[in-house]
C-alpha cells in the first residue's frame, strides 16, 4: 500500500503545524502541503492531489463545509471545535469520511489516521466487486449475528477468521483450532460457514493414500 498524502487546512498556522506533526508521527502518512484558507485549499487540492485533507471548519474567507462541498475525488477528515448537530450533520451529508473535535490529542488523530488507513486497505483488497459482508464492514453495518448459523457465535467466529487471516497460509482444522484455543470440531465449523460466506476457501491437499486433507486459506 502506497504512503498516504496528507493536506492540512487550518486558519491558525501554528495549528496547523501542529496537526502536521501529528500526521508525520503516523507511519504511511506524509502531509504534502499545509494551508490557511478556503481559496488555498482548493487550489492545493487540485495541484497535488492529496489522498486526504484534514479539513477545519472556520476558515477566513469561507466555510470548511463549503470547501468540502467544492473538493472532489479526495476524502476529507473534518477537525474542528464546532459541536452543534447540524454542522456534524451536515459535514455527514457532504462525505465527510470522519470528525474530530478540537482540541484533540496525538493518540485521537492517530486512531482516525488508522482507521482510515485500514479502510483503503480493504477496499484494495475486495478487488473488482464488493460482497454484501465487505460492504457491511466498510460502512461498520454488522449484521454477522443475524446471518449465523444457529450455535455459531459472533465473537469465536470473528477471533477463528482473524486466526485464519493472520496466518498468511492455509490452515487445517486442527492447526486453527490449536492457534485459537478450540476444539477441533468447532473450529471445522467456523471454517465452513467462513468459506460458505465466502471469506475463506476449502483447499484439499492430496496425499500418497487416503483422503485429501480439507485445509482453508482466507479470502477477506
Same mark, same amino acid.
Given at each position: ?42 487550489? !492545493? $487540492? %487540485?495541484? +497535488?492531489?492529496?489522498? /486526504? ?5 472556520? &476558515? ?5 463545509? #463549503? ?76 449484521? !454477522? $449475528? %443475524?446471518? +449465523?448459523?444457529?450455535? /455459531? ?5 470473528? &477471533? ?5 487471516? #493472520? ?54
Amino acid at each position: 500500500m502506497s504512503e498516504v498524502r496528507v493536506l492540512v487546512v487550518d486558519d491558525d498556522f501554528m495549528v496547523a503545524r501542529i496537526h502536521s506533526g501529528y500526521v508525520a508521527r503516523v507511519p504511511g502518512f506524509r502531509v504534502v502541503a499545509s494551508a490557511h484558507n478556503g481559496e488555498d485549499a482548493l487550489a !492545493a $487540492a %487540485a495541484e +497535488l492531489r492529496p489522498d /486526504l485533507v484534514l479539513l477545519d471548519i472556520y &476558515l477566513p474567507d469561507m466555510s470548511g463545509l #463549503e470547501v468540502l462541498k467544492a473538493l472532489h475525488d479526495v476524502d476529507v477528515l473534518m477537525i474542528s471545535a464546532a459541536r452543534d448537530v447540524p454542522t456534524v450533520r451536515e459535514a455527514m451529508r457532504g462525505g465527510a469520511v470522519g470528525y474530530l473535535i478540537k482540541p484533540f490529542t496525538a493518540i485521537a488523530l492517530a486512531d482516525r489516521l488508522k482507521q482510515y488507513a485500514d479502510t483503503r486497505k480493504q477496499l484494495t483488497a475486495i478487488g473488482p466487486e464488493a460482497r454484501q459482508d465487505d460492504v457491511d464492514r466498510l460502512f461498520g453495518t454488522h449484521t !454477522a $449475528a %443475524a446471518s +449465523l448459523p444457529k450455535g /455459531l457465535s459472533p465473537a469465536t467466529c470473528a &477471533l477463528v477468521a482473524e486466526t485464519l487471516r #493472520e496466518a498468511g497460509r492455509d490452515l487445517s482444522a486442527s492447526e486453527t483450532a490449536e492457534l485459537a484455543g478450540l476444539s477441533r470440531v468447532s473450529a471445522r465449523r467456523y471454517l465452513e460457514y467462513l468459506c460458505v460466506a465466502g471469506r475463506a476457501e476449502l483447499r484439499p491437499r492430496y496425499g500418497t493414500a487416503g483422503r485429501p486433507e480439507h485445509r482453508y486459506q482466507w479470502l477477506g
